[in-house]
């Protein structure tokens, strides 16, 4: 369930409108995000966790709106994230920001979005490719 969460928010804080850009799920963004997570204290895993569950439900909690977020059309999740970014409670906008950096390291850490920012890869070649 939280990967769903994730990739849902993934898709929506990096949605460029760019036709040609890449499907977040036609991506490793979301395994990249868990892969970093993976080497992270867990005391901030655990947080991040919180962070999602309190995304699904903060419609609810915050915004009276009667639906979680993995259910809400694409326009009524980008009203959401914008009231998380522009909350009066600091730990929301924080929340917003941490999501924000992870899903933007995601999804522009994967080749398949370079094109879109003119970027043609790495000069030299990571260890172990050719």
Known sequence: ?????????????VET???????????AAVPTI??????????VVGQLSLALRLFEYGPMLFDFTFSRFS?????????SL?????????I??????????????GYWSQPETWPLIGYRGPLVAARGRT
Not at 1 to 13: A, D, G, K, N
Not at 34 to 43: F, N, S, V
């Open 1 to 13: 369930m939280e990967t769903e969460i994730l990739t849902q928010i993934v898709e929506r804080m």
């Open 17 to 27: 409108g760019e036709p040609a850009a890449p499907r977040v799920r036609d991506t």
């Open 34 to 43: 868990a892969a970093l997570c993976q080497r992270l204290d867990p005391g």
């Open 71 to 79: 259910r809400m059309t694409q326009d009524e999740q980008d009203a």
């Open 82 to 90: 914008e009231c998380w970014m522009r909350s009066r409670l600091a």
């Open 92 to 105: 929301r906008r924080q929340a917003f920001l941490a999501l924000r950096n992870l899903s933007m390291l």
